[in-house]
């Protein structure tokens, strides 16, 4: 029984590591997500502000195809900082990205908002902005991206509820890792 315990505990401590080393399978997207392709890969040491606070952020992001190519899957943690420079929290996000009757979609998680983007303006290889649907009483949200020379800028949006004037939220640049 002794040995079965220290097992599993080498196996505890050994699959995450052997599981973050391996290498992500390479997959192309389907066609419809072709476009977004740009956004494949890893992105790190970024550095951003936050609109709200005035304090900055820090993090790393990255994008994997998954479901054949049918889903992109974005995996995020963020580091933020009051205006001293002082470590105020973090927090995990994900997000899925997939095209569905005709258009782009995504679905925005973070543990407690859920954000659903129902449209995606993209120029392929370049950049792309999710936006939300526009409903009575809630705020509508706009998602960019935008590469450039091995960095990938983002920016976060929002509009009051009944405006159609976006104010930023959040917004950094990271840089592709390889």
Avoid: C
């Avoid at 599993?8 to 997500?33: G, H, K, Y």
């Avoid at 709200?52 to 952020?57: A, L, M, N, Q």
């Avoid at 470590?87 to 995990?92: H, I, L, Q, V, W």
């Amino acid at each position: 029984m002794r040995a079965f315990s220290f097992f599993l505990a080498i196996l505890a401590i050994a699959w995450p590591v052997a599981s973050r080393a391996a290498p992500a399978p390479s997959v192309t997207l389907q066609p419809a997500l072709a476009g977004l392709g740009f956004l494949l890969g890893r992105w790190g040491a970024g550095a951003g502000r936050v609109a709200e606070t005035g304090g900055r952020s820090a993090g790393s992001s990255s994008f994997i195809a998954q479901a054949g190519g049918g889903v992109l899957v974005r995996r995020d943690h963020t580091e933020l900082f009051d205006k001293a420079g002082q470590r105020s929290g973090s927090f995990d996000q994900l997000m899925t990205i997939y095209a569905e009757g005709g258009a782009i979609h995504a679905d925005y998680f973070d543990g407690v908002h859920v954000i659903h983007y129902t449209n995606a303006k993209i120029t392929p290889g370049q950049s792309v902005v999710f936006s939300t649907a526009a409903a009575t009483g809630a705020p509508n949200f706009q998602l960019s991206y935008a590469v450039k020379s091995g960095t990938l800028s983002v920016a976060f949006a929002m509009a009051p509820p009944g405006s159609t004037a976006f104010h930023p939220i959040a917004a950094g640049t990271l840089r592709q890792e390889k």
